[in-house]
């Protein structure tokens, strides 16, 4: 069983920063792609940042220039710092990571259980 377990979220003027932490557990043999997607209510979950073992980034065209993915490979943690924040950077943000539970398992994805931004004056 792998846990993600995601941090950081709340509410932030419009301009402000936040930091989303994303800390997985449990049986985890190797962590390969960890992100961070967002989803707003009744829309479809979309890409917002990832970043690869060996620290390769992509960003969504929205975020990018305003925010930053990096992860921690020894604490199993990956962070988004996010800037400027603007009122439609509002939703709900989710980390989702790529890992195997022995050398020898098949790959699997899991996701955390959502972190609310909201980005209102």
């Known amino acids: 069983q792998v846990q993600l377990v995601e941090s950081g979220g709340g509410l932030v003027q419009p301009g402000g920063s936040l930091r989303l932490s994303c800390a997985a557990s449990g049986s985890i043999f190797s962590i390969y792609t960890m992100g961070w997607y967002r989803q707003a209510p009744g829309k479809q979950r979309e890409l917002v940042a990832t970043i690869t073992s060996g620290g390769s980034t992509n960003y969504a065209d929205s975020v990018k220039g305003r925010s930053t993915i990096y992860r921690d490979n020894a604490k199993n943690t990956v962070y988004l710092q996010m800037n400027s924040l603007k009122p439609e950077d509002t939703d709900v943000y989710y980390c989702?990571?790529?890992?195997?539970?022995?050398?020898?398992?098949?790959?699997?994805?899991?996701w955390g259980q959502g972190t609310q931004v909201t980005v209102s004056s």
């Open positions: 989702n990571a790529e890992f195997r539970t022995t050398r020898w398992a098949d790959l699997r994805n899991g």
